[in-house]
């Protein structure tokens, strides 16, 4: 038997602004649902899936260390590929903090980091040399 990675799940304090920012990288709505406690948006892009929730109780904003802290225990970023790094780039840095682009260790893509409307890490990637697949 053999597994795959179906979605990510996404609590967010603005369904709009969460949608806004994952609408850039080319994802769509696929499924929705919403009761008297929360509302749930599952959107896809290609063969990836993010799921995103809001309730209608308060939540409560985190506190963010480094941009690029990944020696923390746990699910540190998640990474989306863009056919054009550069312009993703510029997009991104009139409403979010980004770094630098730069080369992977493995050399194999380019990436740089940034937030979601959350405070999320987010990693966007552009891979070199036709490789895929997981990095």
Known sequence: MSGRLHHVSITCASLTASLAFYR??????????????????LLQSRNTHI???TFTDVVSAKTHEDLIYLKAIGIRHLAIEVDDLIKMHQTLSTTTTVTPIKQARLGSFNYFFCYDPDGNQIEVLNINNGMKGII
């Open 51 to 53: 799921e995103l929730f």
């Open 24 to 41: 850039q990288f080319g994802f769509i709505i696929n499924q929705d649902f919403q009761d008297e406690q929360c509302t749930i948006v």
